[in-house]
């Protein structure tokens, strides 16, 4: 995809109809700590997940899974997936933007996020986007990586 094809990406709410697709973006995206078809499938269906996906043509070219909790205030990235062919286009900033307004929207004050230490495009991703590390999980991982939890204050 090129930058001008960038702009014609749509992003909207993924549903059921789509969990192969999901499946085979986790596969590409992620080595470790994938969300299998029974977790997707989970959260495609919860009231409490927001499940974003972005379209090229038709075809998933990325992915997002923003969660909510009764009575909190937080919301969390869960997942954030771009296609290989689609990266370094802006479309992950969008998304966190578009997960941030979801929140705001639903009243939440802050968002919070775990990205593994050694995933530097995150990372910067998040940075850009206003996001400080606040903590480390030693071992969070499968493969026993570490992550930074990232948060924001939404105003
Ligand atoms: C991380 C990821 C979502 C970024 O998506 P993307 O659409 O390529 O990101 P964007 O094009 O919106 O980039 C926005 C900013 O992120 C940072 N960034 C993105 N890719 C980067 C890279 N490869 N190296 C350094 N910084 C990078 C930059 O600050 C960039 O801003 P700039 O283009 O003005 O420099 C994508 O690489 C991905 O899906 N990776 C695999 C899955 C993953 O790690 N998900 C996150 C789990 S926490």
């Given amino acids: 995809m ?3 094809l960038s702009a014609a990406v749509v992003i909207r ?4 109809s789509r969990i192969d697709d999901l499946l085979a ?12 078809r029974r977790n997707l ?9 927001y ?21 909190s205030c937080v919301a969390r990235i869960y997942s954030l997936a771009v296609a ?6 802006g479309v992950g900033r969008r998304l966190v933007a578009k997960a941030e307004q979801r ?3 639903r009243g939440c004050t802050w ?18 986007q206003g996001f400080a590390d606040t903590e480390v999980l030693c071992g969070y991982y499968e493969d026993g990586a570490h992550a930074f939890v990232f948060r924001k204050e939404l105003n």
Avoid: K, Q
């Fill in 51 to 71: 499940c974003l996906g972005v379209y090229h043509g038709g075809e998933l070219v990325g992915s997002m899974v923003v969660l909510f909790r009764s009575n």
């Fill in 13 to 16: 709410r993924v549903g059921l």
């Fill in 111 to 128: 968002m919070r996020l775990e990205v593994r230490m050694d995933n530097f495009p995150a990372i910067r991703l998040y940075e850009s």
């Fill in 25 to 36: 973006l986790e596969e590409s995206c992620f080595s470790c700590d994938r969300s299998n």
């Fill in 84 to 89: 290989h062919a689609a990266r370094g286009l």
């Fill in 41 to 49: 499938r989970h959260l495609l269906l919860s009231p409490s997940a």
């Fill in 103 to 105: 929140a705001r929207a």
């Fill in 2 to 4: 090129n930058p001008t």
